[in-house]
């Protein structure tokens, strides 16, 4: 037996550890990756003694890549407490430079983990490497890792972003590689919706609860809509935009993690492996996305803002949705006869930032003296402004019984004032050092989510014959104006005319 395998995987990484972090000049590492590390860092939740390296092809000093670094960490009041903090965490973070497909700069980058780890006390020397990257250099990447900077004396995990493919079959091919050089017990696809707060309160408030546990399936549910509404467009972004589409930036990842979490039944543990077979389990259930279930739509110019066509990275002529509803069908006894409306689009909502939620629609009261009122609704914010709200019907105070639906609410930033609710990639991050995999994509999980999607994505595409014209929807607005049918369609219904949600003035919380 080598020696690599006498370590536990599954030990958390208290000391002697290092955090590679490739890719480190781009957005996603100066926007997520490295304010979630100075975010452990100043709650004290990084390895004893860490240090940080990044490394991209960017040429700088490592002034330049403290400031890139740290120029999206929040410090909105100046504290100075967070100022040193800010300052330590620079003290602890070094760069290099490299290509990413040649061994000579691989092997520059193990002379410079080397140089680090000789100031290690311990025998055991850790290494999390984190891939902020295009899926195009994952396993050149991966493979050179595994070949040059991979520790022999103690714990190796690498880290994966999204997108895994494009479809199935690119996706296999991409799995194939890396497990090549990667054990699936040493890698971590993150999907940072798992690691948002909301989603992972699902668990706790689908077998938690004796009452709501009770109502969770076919008979108490008419339909659930999974929202995801974006306020702004590709602005500029449009060339690497209109190679994905909506469907594979958002629905087949995030918000299938979403269902899936949702629907699944109760796991026998809270054991990692435990969770994923069950979120697999009801993945299996999904017939396959059909063109007739899909509404597909591209925003245009509107309210003193361009159309997507209007964006010069994107082709002229593209018919790449920007907008996407469709609806799953999950076949097992749970769930079978209820509509899953996943829904998502790009320039959709005039907010100021992007909002996500779960809308739970029950059936309506079918006779008795209350049968023509408002359905009951379960709404799960997942942001902005995290909260669970149930829509309910209750007797307006007075002499006549007058029904009026109303809200008991559970809005975070009021009744969790006191607590800081931490970034999904703060969690997620320190899941990886723990070594727990419970809130990343498994393998066999990503097959079967490419399995349902397929299909819909090569109708898109023009795989089978004329690509589909998506109907267009004004920039700002809420999607297109065929979606109210297209949702009313699987049973929807909306709320009765002039009733507003106080909950939803998010500005007001």
């Given amino acids: 037996m080598s020696a690599q395998l006498s370590f536990d995987q599954h030990q958390e990484l208290k000391d002697n550890t290092l955090i590679v972090v490739f890719g480190a000049s781009g957005d996603l590492a100066k926007k997520k990756t490295f304010p979630a590390l100075f975010g452990l860092y100043r709650d004290g939740y990084l390895p004893e003694g860490v240090h940080i390296v990044g490394y991209a092809r960017t040429k700088m000093d490592e002034v330049e890549f403290h400031k890139r670094a740290?120029?999206?960490?929040?410090?909105?009041?100046?504290?100075?407490?967070?100022?040193?903090?800010?300052?330590?965490?620079?003290?602890?973070?070094?760069?290099?430079?490299?290509?990413?497909?040649?061994?000579?700069?691989?092997q520059n980058l193990e002379k410079h983990l080397k140089e680090i780890e000789a100031t290690y006390q311990a025998p055991e020397k850790h290494r999390l490497f984190y891939l902020a990257l295009p899926p195009s250099v994952f396993i050149p990447v991966a493979t050179h890792v595994k070949k040059n900077n991979y520790a022999t004396s103690g714990v190796n995990r690498i880290i994966v972003e999204k997108p895994f493919g494009r479809d199935f079959d690119s996706s296999r091919e991409l799995l194939s590689a890396l497990k090549s050089s990667w054990s699936e017990d040493e890698?971590?696809?993150?999907?940072h919706y798992l690691g948002k707060e909301m989603v992972k309160n699902i668990l706790v408030l689908r077998f938690?609860?004796?009452?709501?546990?009770?109502?969770?399936?076919?008979?108490?549910?008419?339909?659930?809509?999974?929202?995801?509404?974006?306020?702004?467009?590709?602005?500029?972004?449009?060339?690497?935009?209109?190679?994905?589409?909506?469907?594979?930036?958002?629905?087949?990842?995030?918000?299938?993690?979403?269902?899936?979490?949702?629907?699944?039944?109760?796991?026998?543990?809270?054991?990692?492996?435990?969770?994923?077979?069950?979120?697999?389990?009801?993945?299996?259930?999904?017939?396959?996305?059909?063109?007739?279930?899909?509404?597909?739509?591209?925003?245009v110019g509107a309210n003193g803002k361009p159309g997507y066509l209007d964006d010069d990275t994107v082709p002229h002529n593209s018919v790449c949705p920007t907008f996407a509803a469709t609806t799953l069908h999950i076949n097992n006894p749970r769930w079978e006869g209820v509509?899953?409306?996943?829904?998502?689009?790009?320039?959709?909502?005039?907010?100021?930032?992007?909002?996500?939620?779960v809308r739970i629609q029950f059936k309506d009261v079918t006779q008795g003296i209350f049968k023509d009122i408002s359905r009951d609704e379960l709404v799960l914010r997942i942001q902005p402004s995290e909260a669970v709200y149930?829509?309910?019907?209750?007797?307006?105070?007075?002499?006549?019984?007058?029904?009026?639906?109303?809200?008991?609410?559970?809005?975070?930033?009021?009744?969790?004032?006191?607590?800081?609710?931490?970034?999904?990639?703060?969690?997620?991050?320190?899941?990886?050092?723990?070594?727990?995999?419970?809130?990343?994509?498994?393998?066999?999980e990503l097959d079967v989510a490419w399995k349902i999607f397929t299909p819909i994505l090569h109708w898109i595409e023009g795989k089978n014959g004329p690509r589909p014209k998506p109907v267009t929807y004004p920039y700002g607005s809420r999607g297109p104006k065929e979606l109210e049918a297209f949702i009313h369609k699987y049973g929807y219904r909306r709320t009765e005319q002039g009733y507003s949600w106080p909950v939803t003035n998010v500005a007001n919380l």
């Fill in 70 to 106: 740290t120029q999206y960490i929040k410090n909105p009041n100046n504290d100075e407490t967070i100022t040193a903090k800010i300052e330590e965490f620079k003290k602890l973070s070094t760069y290099v430079s490299g290509g990413y497909e040649d061994d000579e700069s691989f």
């Fill in 187 to 191: 890698t971590f696809r993150i999907d």
């Fill in 390 to 444: 149930l829509k309910l019907n209750a007797k307006t105070p007075g002499l006549a019984t007058k029904v009026l639906p109303t809200e008991m609410d559970l809005t975070y930033k009021r009744r969790f004032a006191d607590i800081k609710i931490p970034e999904a990639y703060e969690s997620l991050i320190l899941d990886a050092l723990k070594g727990d995999h419970s809130n990343f994509v498994r393998d066999d």
């Fill in 339 to 357: 509509p899953f409306i996943l829904k998502a689009g790009k320039g959709t909502w005039p907010l100021n930032e992007a909002k996500v939620e």
């Fill in 208 to 299: 938690a609860n004796i009452a709501l546990g009770a109502a969770w399936d076919k008979n108490s549910i008419s339909n659930v809509q999974i929202t995801f509404k974006e306020p702004f467009g590709t602005e500029g972004r449009g060339g690497y935009f209109d190679e994905f589409g909506i469907i594979r930036d958002i629905m087949q990842n995030h918000l299938m993690q979403v269902l899936s979490v949702l629907t699944m039944e109760r796991p026998v543990s809270f054991a990692a492996e435990d969770i994923r077979d069950e979120k697999v389990k009801v993945l299996r259930a999904i017939s396959p996305v059909e063109a007739k279930d899909t509404l597909l739509g591209q925003y």
